[in-house]
């Protein structure tokens, strides 16, 4: 049984689809079976796991619409060796046109439960916005993976997120629970970002992963080739951070 995990934050630009890129790709170097679901209109995890958006016959969009299955729309990155389910504008469709749809918010869970045994792990890169998308990320899941910049503003949609977390496990989800923060885009320099860090460590605990993705040129030029940032340039800091936290991700799960 796949162990399905959202990457989500509502505060933009935080590395969300670097994060679940390079984490699919991390997992699947330790021989993890791993399904990406690009569940944001702007298709950028697809882009960035090599597949052109442009030329896809099916994509999650047909799979939220019962139009496809996750079977016949998954597409397989070469250079991440994972499977995608891709996305591309035509999602931001979906949101209006799921709205009169019955179960509209299990939609994703429903579809990937054909595929369940194919996989260790499902990852699904979340739209910047509690939306309909976005919810039914969060019902799909197990857990959620929030990676965030170690800056003020970043505190301030933590605590927003966590309590959108706490409401949809209260009504819609009872499986969900958060798995960890990841701290991305870290300098170490910066004294703002160390203080940020204890302030997590302090308040969060044990739900502050240990690994930290230092702020990496490598990771933000690997999208443009069509590559995961750990595939692109594997000596890289920030390559080697995502292996990393992908090892502490199996270790994890195996303890929970």
């Given at each position: 049984?796949?162990?399905?995990?959202?990457?989500a934050?509502?505060?933009?630009?935080?590395?969300?689809?670097?994060?679940?890129?390079?984490?699919?790709?991390?997992l699947?170097?330790?021989?993890?079976?791993?399904?990406l679901?690009?569940l944001?209109?702007?298709g950028?995890?697809?882009?960035?796991?090599?597949i052109?958006?442009?030329e896809?016959?099916?994509?999650?969009?047909?799979?939220?619409?019962?139009m496809?299955?996750?079977?016949?729309?998954?597409?397989?990155?070469?250079?991440?060796?994972?499977?995608?389910?891709?996305?591309?504008?035509?999602?931001?469709?979906?949101?209006?046109?799921?709205?009169?749809?019955?179960?509209?918010?299990?939609?994703?869970?429903?579809?990937?439960?054909?595929?369940?045994?194919?996989?260790?792990?499902?990852?699904?890169?979340?739209?910047?916005?509690?939306?309909?998308?976005?919810?039914?990320g969060?019902?799909?899941?197990?857990?959620?993976?929030?990676?965030?910049?170690?800056?003020?503003?970043?505190?301030?949609g933590?605590?927003?997120?966590?309590?959108?977390?706490?409401?949809?496990?209260?009504?819609?989800?009872?499986?969900?629970?958060?798995?960890g923060?990841?701290?991305?885009m870290f300098d170490?320099?910066?004294?703002?970002?160390?203080?940020?860090?204890?302030?997590l460590?302090?308040?969060?605990?044990?739900?502050?992963?240990?690994?930290?993705?230092p702020?990496?040129?490598?990771?933000?030029?690997?999208?443009?080739?069509?590559?995961?940032?750990?595939?692109?340039?594997?000596?890289?800091?920030g390559?080697?951070?995502?292996?990393?936290?992908?090892?502490?991700?199996v270790?994890?799960i195996?303890?929970?």
């Amino acid at each position: 049984m796949a162990k399905i995990f959202c990457v989500a934050n509502q505060k933009g630009g935080v590395g969300k689809t670097t994060t679940a890129v390079n984490l699919a790709a991390g997992l699947a170097q330790l021989d993890q079976r791993v399904l990406l679901v690009d569940l944001d209109p702007q298709g950028n995890a697809t882009m960035g796991a090599g597949i052109n958006k442009a030329e896809l016959q099916a994509s999650v969009y047909e799979v939220l619409l019962g139009m496809s299955d996750v079977s016949a729309a998954r597409r397989r990155s070469e250079s991440g060796r994972f499977d995608m389910l891709p996305a591309n504008r035509e999602l931001a469709g979906a949101e209006v046109e799921m709205v009169e749809l019955e179960n509209r918010e299990k939609r994703l869970k429903d579809a990937l439960h054909a595929v369940d045994a194919e996989y260790d792990f499902v990852l699904i890169d979340c739209p910047p916005a509690l939306s309909m998308l976005t919810l039914n990320g969060l019902c799909a899941a197990h857990g959620v993976i929030i990676p965030m910049q170690c800056e003020y503003y970043a505190l301030e949609g933590l605590s927003d997120l966590v309590n959108t977390i706490k409401k949809v496990h209260a009504k819609l989800n009872t499986d969900l629970k958060i798995i960890g923060l990841l701290r991305v885009m870290f300098d170490p320099r910066m004294t703002l970002s160390q203080q940020v860090s204890a302030q997590l460590e302090q308040h969060f605990g044990d739900k502050v992963f240990k690994t930290i993705i230092p702020r990496n040129v490598r990771l933000a030029e690997a999208p443009s080739y069509g590559m995961p940032g750990v595939t692109f340039d594997p000596s890289s800091k920030g390559a080697q951070a995502y292996i990393a936290f992908g090892a502490e991700m199996v270790q994890r799960i195996q303890s929970m």
